[in-house]
């Protein structure tokens, strides 16, 4: 299992250069089987990283633009009536991949931004009243544009809590900047990598970090961090339930990228800010998408919860 996991990150690392950090949150997403979002400026590697990780998989990668006049049926398919069969056919939409790239998913509406909260919460799409199941596994990146920028929409409070991490990519340092014009990754590695592991082995390991033990003490910390939160001054919103089950889960991703069958306290709280950041809504009219002053809120809270030995 670790050989797989390394040789994973090592053929994302030759296309993706330079951020290990991004690339290790992106696969404690995948093995937790949750969806990943990315906020960061244009231009920095958000669609290279969500290829990569795709290509190196096997995986079905589907892109979706998502524009202002963008519908629901667009991302989720539609009924079409078949006149030879005398009856409506469903054409399935781009949702059904294996990993979903929603790129600019603030600059589409809030409706048809809430059509993939079924799709994200239960791996299932209802069209006309049917239930079509999506294929497993099924993960959705998606990245947004800061929302000082133009044409941007807030996401809504349980659009962002569907994601099971937030996080940013940032500006490369010089030297790997210098390695990407000269190799320009995007046009060349890109196009001819190669999975290092198919979708069975992916559902393995997902299974695997499921049976990741977590022991009673760590649980009863991830508990006491979702109540101060709640109990916080700071925050009009503390960590639903939702969200301490997902700090849980990265926690045992964690455990199972390092190689252990056991979470540690560290596990949670290397997991603190891009899995409960975009769950709290800051006190005094801040915008949700300040994901830096809730961790500045969450590493006061931190300093009032023990942690286990």
């Known amino acids: ?105 603030n600059r589409t509406t809030p409706r048809t931004q809430t059509a993939l909260l079924e799709a994200m919460s239960e791996g299932t799409v ?13 993960m959705v990146i998606a990245t947004q544009n800061p929302y000082d920028f133009e044409g941007t929409y807030l996401l809504p409070e349980n659009q962002l809590d569907r994601f099971l991490m937030r996080t940013r990519l940032g500006y490369p340092d010089a030297n790997t900047e210098v390695r990407v014009l000269e190799s320009r990754p995007a046009a060349t590695t890109l196009p001819k990598l190669q ?11 997902q299974q695997h970090t499921n049976a990741v033990r977590v022991d009673v003490k760590i649980l009863e910390y991830v508990v006491a961090i979702a109540n101060a939160t709640r109990r916080s001054p700071d925050l009009r919103l503390g960590l639903s339930p939702r969200g301490a089950l997902a700090l849980t889960q990265a926690a045992r991703a964690t455990a199972m990228i390092d190689g252990r069958d056991y979470a ?3 596990d949670v709280l290397d997991n603190i800010a891009p899995v409960v950041s975009h769950r709290l809504i800051v006190r005094g009219g801040l915008e949700q998408s300040d994901g830096r002053e809730a961790e500045r809120v969450l590493e006061r809270i931190l300093q009032t919860v023990e942690a286990p030995a």
């Open 1 to 105: 299992m670790n050989d797989a996991i390394a040789g994973l990150r090592e053929n994302i690392a030759s296309v993706f250069m330079g951020n290990p950090k991004a690339i290790d949150r992106a696969l404690r997403t995948m093995l937790a089987g949750g969806h990943l979002l990315i906020e960061d400026v244009p231009g920095v590697g958000k669609t290279v990283l969500a290829g990569a990780i795709a290509r190196s998989i096997r995986a079905r990668l589907s892109r979706v633009q998502m524009t202002p006049d963008l519908l629901p049926s667009d991302i989720l398919g539609v009924s079409v009536y078949d006149r030879e069969r005398a009856d409506f056919t469903f054409k399935p939409g781009p949702i059904f991949a294996n990993i979903v790239l929603a790129d600019e998913i």
């Open 126 to 138: 209802t069209i006309d009243g049917t239930s079509h199941p999506l294929p497993a596994p099924f």
């Open 195 to 205: 999975p290092v592991m198919d979708l069975s082995m992916l559902s393995d390991l």
């Open 264 to 266: 540690i306290p560290e």
